[in-house]
């Protein structure tokens, strides 16, 4: 069974609308998990990242909180396997 990323979201909140449109714009199936609709997924969120901020996605090892679309592509180019994985282009790259 393969594992989705999962992205922690509120609903309503602007960050998280953007952070959606950029996984899907880059064709990445997600798990959403909206805090607010269930306070267990708040509590695992604390849990894994150690704070209550949206959004924030954890892919395995990978776990990036509390981040606009700009802060998460910056945390992604650090590792190249999640450059590919979610398609993201080199900065010396982009347009």
């Not at 997924?41 to 700009?70: C, H, N, R, W």
Request: net charge negative; aromatic share 10%.
């Amino acid at each position: 069974m393969k594992h989705l990323p999962i992205l922690y979201i509120k609903s309503g909140c602007p960050w998280g609308r953007a952070a959606r449109a950029f996984f899907s714009e880059h064709d990445v199936d997600l798990d959403i998990r909206d805090v607010y609709e269930d306070p267990k997924y708040m509590d695992e969120m604390i849990q894994i990242s150690g704070q209550t901020k949206t959004p924030t996605l954890v892919d395995g090892d990978f776990i990036v909180a509390d981040f606009s679309v700009d802060e998460l592509l910056e945390e992604i180019r650090q590792y190249p396997e999640m450059m590919k994985k979610y398609a993201v282009e080199d900065e010396d790259n982009d347009n």
